[in-house]
């Protein structure tokens, strides 16, 4: 996640100024850079169109072309894989990782962990080894 951060700030610095999808794709890589740096926070669609000052729609549709999936579903994956990752590196409760990662509840966390790795959060790390 770091990574992809360090790459949408660098990548929202390089010149666009005569090109307007450039423009464009650089405003879109800092509503995903606010993604990664903001995940456990509730994010909005609007959240993200205000900070790529560009239509619903359009955004959307940019995303998709970019990142391959909607903005709720890589919001949802961002979140997942941190809970994953503490998981196995911290002996946090699962409420605290629901919490530190933006899912409404321990039930939420679990269903969305189970529905993405086949299994439960308790499971998962147990068979990592924390």
């Given at each position: ?85 503490m998981l196995?590196n911290t ?40």
């Open positions: 996640m770091v990574t992809i951060s360090l790459l949408c700030k660098a990548y929202s610095t390089s010149s666009a100024r005569e090109n307007p999808t450039l423009s464009e794709d650089r405003a879109l890589m800092e509503s995903i850079s606010f993604i990664h740096e903001r995940y456990y926070e509730k994010i909005t669609i609007e959240d993200l169109t205000r900070i790529a000052h560009i239509s619903r729609s359009s955004y959307i549709k940019k995303f998709k072309e970019i990142c391959k999936m909607p903005p709720s579903a890589y919001i949802s994956k961002i979140r997942i894989e941190s809970a994953a990752s196995i002996n946090l409760s699962i409420a605290e990782i629901a919490e530190k990662t933006g899912f409404y509840d321990t039930s939420h966390l679990t269903k969305t962990f189970e529905r993405t790795y086949g299994i439960s959060p308790i499971s998962y790390r147990n068979r990592k080894g924390v």
